[in-house]
């Protein structure tokens, strides 16, 4: 039981490049998030899906997008990487219920040049 | 506006004695609170959650409050040890929002032997 994965552990990329960072799960959660990471800012919320087949904004979304692949898995896609989007990100997944528990994954660190 | 607001300094304190650690929030009618705790490198890893018409909350060490009056939640851990050592983070689980949580910038603790 590995909890949540995230692939790449690090990337750097220049300014313009695209690339996807994965997430996967195996606690058969049905909602999954991505965060970032900023000093001093906390954990901001890009993109999340409540349920396999829907995803919404969160508080950060411009810049990126998302795919709910199936239940296990969620990505998020820069499309044309800028130098602010430098940051952490971290995927996160929650079960059913109401306490909605977020089990994190360990995190991509993303360098934009 | 909506805030969260933990302190924003660092925490040092001396092995042995409680740590006390500050959430604050504006503008929220939360139906959960809950503390994570995230290590140098690592995802946050939940630690409590405490809900609205719960007034205390205690897990081993831990401790946490919620006075919804004051908007705020106080986390503590007696006879503190260095590998207490973190970063503390408070979230808000706010009600018909999806069970988003809406996470603090976190409050740094510090454990001299």
């Known amino acids: 039981n590995a909890g949540v994965t995230q692939t790449p552990k690090f990337q750097v990329l220049k300014t313009g490049q695209s690339m996807t960072l994965q997430c996967a799960q195996d606690m058969n959660h049905n909602s999954m998030y991505w965060y970032r990471q900023d000093p001093g800012m906390g954990l901001r919320l890009i993109y999340y899906s409540a349920s396999e087949g829907t995803t919404d904004k969160g508080e950060v979304p411009n810049g990126y997008n998302v795919s709910r692949l199936n239940k296990r898995e969620f990505s998020l896609r820069l499309e044309s990487a800028a130098p602010s989007q430098t940051s952490v990100y971290f995927c996160?997944?929650?079960?059913?219920?109401?306490?909605?528990?977020?089990?994190f994954g360990p995190g991509t660190r993303l360098l934009v040049l | 506006s909506q805030k969260i607001e933990q302190n924003s300094e660092a925490l040092n304190i001396q092995e042995g004695k409680t740590a006390t650690l500050t959430c604050n929030y504006t503008?929220?009618?939360?139906?959960?609170l809950q503390w994570y705790r995230q290590d140098p490198g690592r995802g946050p890893v939940f630690l409590l959650l405490?809900?609205?018409?719960?007034k205390e909350k205690r897990k081993e060490r831990l401790k946490v409050t919620f006075d919804t009056t004051l908007k705020q939640s106080l986390f503590h851990i007696t006879a503190s040890q260095p590998a207490d050592s973190a970063t503390y983070l408070c979230a808000l689980d706010i009600y018909n929002q999806g069970g988003k949580l809406i996470f603090g910038q976190g409050t740094e603790l510090s454990v001299k032997p």
């Open positions: 405490i809900r609205e018409n719960e």
């Open positions: 996160a997944s929650a079960g059913v219920g109401g306490k909605k528990t977020q089990y």
């Open positions: 503008n929220y009618s939360p139906a959960y």
